[in-house]
């Protein structure tokens, strides 16, 4: 097998040689996206993909923490919530499992950008990101998007990124502002089933689970909130927010139980670059009516 090069492996390689000689060149835009970008200012140079295999491990949940250094009775009636972006929430057990994830998406979003570059792209629109399970606990995350080339370069050297359709972008660009780069925030809340949730779980009658309102409502404000630093990492700007996703799940503690709950956002990050227009003179797209 032949080995990677510039960061991409062979199967990239080939595509990226592919579509430099072919002279057809892929993309994932519809027709009206097309029409779109070209109205733009820029002009596809081919689809580009990109991927990561990661074994997520966990390395035990919450229940160690909390029986550690609080002690199972200590809390009595109700239990914390604890997320993994509080002061010391990346040292528990979902710790290891969130840096795996976030590294793994980055992994398969930089991969997909390297292929970008050796296209001589300037941007790629229209990202979609996906996760995959395989077999155990190996997981697949995937990138993949068009690259695009501005006609008229306005900072050659530059690469961005948007989860934006290609629509969208244009239209972006038409009121001033240009796209930068996919953010993200992720977070899983824990909360040991105390003995109100597990009342209120097992009522017969329609009630509020305080606890699981507070174990959802602290996993969302938390991604929230790591999506706001990704984009202040990128140089901040408006965030258009394009998916995002909440999954719960439970692990064993002794005879008990915890309660995970996973939240992401993502997004794109745009900057103002003046007023309407300015961002991209929007070229005249011209159609000519066949039966003249």
Same mark, same amino acid.
């Given at each position: 097998?032949?080995?990677?090069?510039?960061?991409?492996?062979?199967?990239?390689?080939?595509?990226?040689?592919?579509?430099?000689?072919?002279?057809?060149?892929?993309?994932?835009?519809?027709?009206?996206?097309?029409?779109?970008?070209?109205?733009?200012?820029?002009?596809?140079?081919?689809?580009?993909?990109?991927?990561?295999?990661?074994?997520? /491990?966990?390395?035990?949940?919450?229940?160690?923490?909390?029986?550690?250094?609080?002690?199972?009775?200590?809390?009595?009636?109700?239990?914390?919530?604890?997320?993994?972006?509080?002061?010391? /929430?990346?040292?528990?057990?979902?710790?290891?499992?969130?840096?795996?994830?976030?590294?793994?998406?980055?992994?398969?979003?930089?991969?997909?950008?390297?292929?970008?570059?050796?296209?001589?792209?300037?941007?790629?629109? /229209?990202?979609?990101? %996906?996760?995959?399970?395989?077999?155990?606990?190996?997981?697949?995350? %995937?990138?993949?998007?068009?690259?695009?080339?501005?006609?008229?370069?306005?900072?050659?050297?530059?690469?961005?990124?948007?989860?934006?359709?290609?629509?969208?972008?244009?239209?972006?660009?038409?009121?001033?502002?240009?796209?930068?780069?996919?953010?993200?925030?992720?977070?899983?809340?824990?909360? #040991?089933?105390?003995?109100?949730?597990?009342?209120?779980?097992?009522?017969?009658? /329609?009630?509020?689970?305080?606890?699981?309102?507070?174990?959802? %409502?602290?996993?969302?404000?938390?991604?929230?909130?790591?999506?706001?630093?990704?984009?202040?990492? #990128?140089?901040?700007?408006?965030?258009?927010?394009?998916?995002?996703?909440?999954? %719960?799940?439970?692990?064993?503690?002794?005879?008990?139980?915890?309660? #995970?709950?996973?939240?992401?956002?993502?997004?794109?990050?745009?900057?103002?670059?003046?007023?309407?227009?300015?961002?991209?003179?929007?070229?005249?797209?011209?159609?000519?009516?066949?039966?003249?």
């Amino acid at each position: 097998m032949s080995p990677w090069a510039g960061g991409l492996p062979p199967a990239a390689l080939a595509r990226v040689e592919r579509q430099r000689a072919g002279g057809a060149t892929g993309s994932f835009l519809s027709a009206p996206g097309a029409a779109a970008v070209a109205a733009a200012g820029l002009a596809p140079v081919g689809e580009v993909f990109g991927c990561l295999v990661m074994n997520l /491990g966990w390395s035990g949940g919450f229940c160690g923490a909390w029986a550690t250094t609080s002690g199972p009775g200590v809390w009595g009636w109700t239990s914390p919530v604890v997320t993994t972006g509080d002061p010391g /929430g990346l040292r528990n057990g979902s710790g290891p499992y969130v840096r795996a994830v976030d590294a793994a998406w980055h992994g398969a979003l930089e991969r997909m950008l390297t292929e970008a570059r050796a296209l001589g792209a300037d941007g790629v629109v /229209g990202v979609r990101t %996906t996760r995959a399970h395989l077999d155990g606990s190996a997981v697949e995350f %995937t990138a993949r998007g068009t690259a695009v080339r501005e006609l008229a370069r306005t900072a050659p050297g530059t690469l961005w990124c948007a989860g934006l359709s290609a629509e969208d972008v244009a239209a972006a660009l038409g009121s001033g502002f240009a796209p930068r780069a996919l953010v993200r925030g992720l977070s899983v809340a824990t909360k #040991h089933e105390d003995p109100l949730m597990m009342q209120q779980r097992s009522s017969w009658s /329609g009630n509020e689970v305080d606890g699981l309102t507070e174990l959802l %409502t602290r996993a969302r404000a938390d991604a929230r909130r790591g999506l706001t630093l990704d984009a202040r990492r #990128h140089g901040s700007g408006h965030v258009v927010v394009d998916d995002v996703r909440l999954g %719960t799940f439970e692990t064993q503690c002794g005879d008990g139980k915890d309660l #995970h709950a996973e939240a992401s956002f993502t997004g794109t990050l745009l900057t103002e670059v003046g007023p309407p227009g300015a961002g991209r003179a929007p070229a005249v797209l011209t159609v000519l009516p066949l039966n003249r």
